[in-house]
């Protein structure tokens, strides 16, 4: 299998008051298409770091990035914003739908960033909306969803332009446990497509779901396990 993510001895430190805070530590981790892994850590760990870095959203203080097998490192933020559209479909707990925009309009957005003709965006639309029982809601504003309705709704989006890495953050954290259940069926389904699906989380129920299970603490891995 093909490697998607490729970090190679990523360090990434912030300037604070108290002086530089090292964020993460050296980190070295390769994930290839089609593997399910969760990243675990309590706050302050380094994990969302991570995830920022590996979705193309936040540029390391040294080391090495690949996604999808191109180099981060000497690619504009325009190239990023490119990269990230075809290649990373992002999964947050606060859904980040946007309001003025139906369900249906949401989940086409990332195909219309693509170029994709508006009857092939609605169609692809409705298919994924289908895919996780939301196709009656398909007109719907967010603010007439539930919280798993919403969350529903951005996995749809993340997924719609069959992008090669799902990243979710925390995307069980604001629904009860039997939705939760369900989100995390929905992300099972979604990597036995193709897709390779990375889970940043603090509970171990929701890690518990992921093939490979990877623990930061204080921004360096501390455990990688298959299982």
Known sequence: MEDVVVLENVRKSYGMKEGVVEALSGVSLVIKRGEYASIMGP????????????????????????????????????????????????????YHLLPS???????????????VEKRRR???ARE????????????????ELSGGQKQRAAIARAVAAGPKIILADEPTGALDSETGALVLELFKDVNERGAAVILVTHDAKVAAAARRRIRIFDGKIAEDVFV
């Open 43 to 94: 706050s302050g760990s380094g994990k969302s770091t991570c995830m920022n870095i590996i979705g193309c959203l936040d540029r390391p203080t040294s080391g090495r990035v690949l996604i999808d097998g191109r180099d981060t490192r000497f690619m504009s933020e325009q190239a990023l914003a490119v990269l990230r559209n075809r290649t990373v479909g992002f999964v947050f707990q606060q």
């Open 101 to 115: 925009m139906t369900v249906l309009e949401n989940v086409m957005l990332p195909l219309r960033y693509q170029g």
């Open 122 to 124: 609605k169609e692809r």
């Open 128 to 143: 994924i909306l289908s895919r996780v029982s939301l196709d009656s809601r398909a007109s719907h504003y967010p603010a």
